[in-house]
């Protein structure tokens, strides 16, 4: 069942304060070495003020430019509570993605992109809408801050893909998620480019728990460039969809 998230009833709502439960915060990224800092330290400051037990992990997808050397610097700031994960060669973001779910430790694991064009401080308005029958809390963008032909392509591609595997969620590549880990790891995901994300949601949609999406705002790119919108990137991504449509709808395990 999909919902757009209400605001909780105060006797009933699962989380006081202080998120309950165990999380797992990660970032995929790619040469985002400008962004880091910030998010990082955001991170940390939301995470101290609303969970409280969590770890912070970072996952460099083979970055060629300074991210290494900025998330060195960074893990000497925050300790043991920050873990890095690094490619030693870029396996996509499928690839990244994968890599940190599997190094999530904690009940809940909430993940977006580390380009800094998702705000990590709207992470509490996600974890206000957990319940005890909810697997996946999905932002959905109030209003896309990119280029006109990014938001088309964009477009485009959410709608192919909701119509295409049957997905009800509004915004598919909305990277800005919490969802139980139980569910990740039933999930047994494959893809290794922007497909995962069909894949994710459409599994996770199918898992019997309640599906809830949260208004989030998004940002201009202020650095590097997206991965996904170059011609060799989507024609992969779009065979990719079509070998994903024959796995999960036309070979339907079960």
């Given at each position: 069942?999909?919902?757009?998230?209400?605001?909780?009833?105060?006797?009933?709502?699962?989380?006081?304060?202080?998120?309950?439960?165990?999380?797992?915060?990660?970032?995929?990224?790619?040469?985002?070495?400008?962004?880091?800092?910030?998010?990082?330290?955001k991170?940390?400051?939301?995470?101290?003020?609303?969970?409280?037990?969590?770890?912070?992990?970072?996952?460099?997808?083979?970055?060629?430019?300074?991210?290494?050397?900025?998330?060195?610097?960074?893990?000497?700031?925050?300790?043991?509570?920050?873990?890095?994960?690094?490619?030693?060669?870029?396996?996509?973001?499928?690839?990244?993605?994968?890599?940190?779910?599997?190094?999530?430790?904690?009940?809940?694991?909430?993940?977006?992109?580390?380009?800094?064009?998702?705000?990590?401080?709207?992470?509490?308005?996600?974890?206000?809408?957990?319940?005890?029958?909810?697997?996946?809390i999905?932002?959905?963008?109030?209003?896309?801050?990119d280029?006109?032909?990014?938001?088309?392509?964009?477009?485009?591609?959410?709608?192919?893909?909701?119509?295409?595997?049957?997905?009800?969620?509004?915004?598919?590549?909305?990277?800005?998620?919490?969802?139980?880990?139980?569910?990740?790891?039933?999930?047994?995901?494959?893809?290794?480019?922007?497909?995962?994300?069909?894949?994710?949601?459409?599994?996770l949609?199918?898992?019997?728990m309640?599906?809830?999406?949260?208004?989030?705002?998004?940002?201009?790119?202020?650095?590097?460039?997206s991965?996904?919108?170059?011609?060799?990137?989507?024609?992969?991504?779009?065979?990719?969809?079509?070998?994903?449509?024959?796995?999960?709808?036309?070979?339907?395990?079960?």
């Amino acid at each position: 069942m999909l919902e757009t998230a209400t605001p909780l009833r105060t006797a009933t709502r699962v989380s006081s304060h202080l998120f309950p439960y165990g999380l797992s915060v990660f970032f995929p990224t790619y040469n985002d070495a400008p962004s880091l800092p910030d998010l990082i330290e955001k991170t940390f400051a939301v995470l101290y003020q609303h969970a409280r037990d969590f770890e912070v992990i970072v996952v460099n997808d083979g970055s060629v430019d300074n991210t290494g050397a900025v998330l060195e610097a960074l893990s000497r700031t925050h300790g043991s509570r920050l873990r890095i994960i690094t490619h030693s060669e870029n396996r996509g973001y499928g690839g990244a993605l994968r890599t940190g779910f599997a190094a999530a430790t904690k009940e809940f694991v909430f993940y977006t992109d580390g380009d800094g064009q998702y705000d990590v401080g709207e992470l509490p308005s996600l974890l206000d809408a957990v319940w005890p029958d909810v697997g996946l809390i999905n932002g959905y963008k109030t209003r896309r801050q990119d280029p006109w032909h990014r938001i088309a392509i964009g477009a485009v591609y959410n709608q192919f893909a909701r119509l295409l595997f049957g997905v009800k969620l509004r915004d598919i590549d909305c990277d800005f998620r919490l969802i139980r880990r139980s569910l990740v790891e039933r999930a047994n995901l494959c893809s290794s480019s922007g497909t995962i994300c069909v894949e994710l949601v459409k599994k996770l949609e199918g898992s019997g728990m309640r599906v809830v999406e949260v208004p989030v705002s998004h940002y201009p790119r202020h650095h590097g460039r997206s991965q996904f919108f170059r011609v060799k990137s989507l024609a992969t991504t779009f065979g990719q969809l079509w070998r994903l449509y024959f796995q999960l709808v036309i070979r339907r395990p079960g």
